[in-house]
């Protein structure tokens, strides 16, 4: 009986290690056949900052520039609009009679102006007869005298009438601007973004803008550059962009622009106490192609050193 469980032990271990055995070559058999796992991302980079997209001079806050009602608001929010499109307009009946009014008043001051040359034409031609006839002896000198202080009164009044003429045409320009001031037009192509104005609602320029544009522009980067990095990044300089979660799931290639030369405080820091501490400078970037980002989307900013490459 202990040969017979002697032999069954052996037995066991025997298929133990042999089992052991096939492990071990299928798990090198894996291991040989498995892809190298990737590099890690080891490029120096020479700074990093937090930054925003935005738009060269940043969105447009449209008003009405003078007080009225709106008669029409002639977009809507997601429209593309070209420079020049209207996008809403006051009543204009007030302006209208403004207008109508100045250009009677200018046509009045033409038609004075123009009497004005038929009667000094003519006090002209009488002051001359009279003067003739006065050197000929057939007429009297005082008449003739009088025929000339009368040309040139009227020489006067058609000066004045030439200032009034001046005047009438000043006005109309003026009721004309005013006419035109009663309609909002768009300063540049661009896409409205927010309507805060409907027909009947009184406005002024004063109050809460009525249209948010989108100017049809390339996008830019504003980065807040730390101050112990102000030194290190310059205009040209290379850049990679990722969305601001900095998981690298989308980047971009950027250049910078410009750097600025006044500090002030980091506005894009999550931590309140860091935020109130810290000084930056905003280090602008172009975005290489311009890419259609939305406005405010967060990035993180890696600054390249010179002759490397940005993986877009």
């Not at 045409?169 to 009663?182: C, G, S, V």
């Not at 820091?269 to 989307?297: F, H, K, S």
């Amino acid at each position: 009986m202990k040969t017979i469980a002697a032999n069954a032990a052996r037995t066991v271990l025997r298929l133990g290690a042999l089992a052991l055995a096939l492990a071990a070559l299928d798990a090198c058999s894996r291991h040989a056949d498995a892809p190298p796992a990737p590099a890690a991302d080891t490029t120096p980079y020479v700074a990093v900052a937090r930054g925003k997209v935005d738009v060269e001079g940043g969105l447009l806050n449209l008003s009405m520039p003078v007080e009225g009602t709106l008669a029409s608001v002639d977009v809507h929010e997601g429209q593309q609009v070209r420079q020049g499109q209207l996008l809403a307009a006051l009543d204009a009946r007030p302006a209208q009679l403004a207008v109508d009014a100045a250009q009677a008043r200018l046509e009045q001051a033409r038609a004075k102006l123009k009497l004005d040359g038929i009667q000094q034409d003519a006090a002209k031609l009488r002051a001359q007869r009279l003067a003739a006839a006065a050197a000929a002896g057939a007429g009297d000198g005082q008449s003739a005298d009088d025929a000339r202080e009368a040309s040139a009164r009227l020489d006067a009044e058609h000066g004045i009438d030439q200032a009034a003429v001046a005047m009438a045409q000043q006005q109309l320009d003026e009721a004309k601007y005013a006419l035109q001031q009663r309609r909002l037009a768009a300063p540049l192509d661009a896409e409205v973004v927010h309507v805060a104005a409907q027909p009947g609602a009184t406005v002024a320029p004063g109050a809460s803008p009525l249209f948010v544009l989108l100017p049809d522009k390339p996008r830019i980067v504003r980065a807040e550059l730390n101050e112990s990095y102000v030194d290190t990044v310059h205009p040209g300089m290379r850049a990679e962009v990722e969305a601001g979660d900095g998981q690298g799931r989308q980047r971009w290639s950027a250049r910078v622009l410009r750097v600025g030369q006044v500090y002030g405080p980091a506005t894009l820091q999550d931590d309140p106490q860091v935020r109130a501490n810290a000084r930056a400078v905003e280090c602008v970037l172009a975005l290489d192609p311009p890419r259609q980002l939305r406005i405010g989307q967060r990035v993180i900013v890696r600054f390249l050193p010179a002759g490397a490459a940005a993986k877009d």
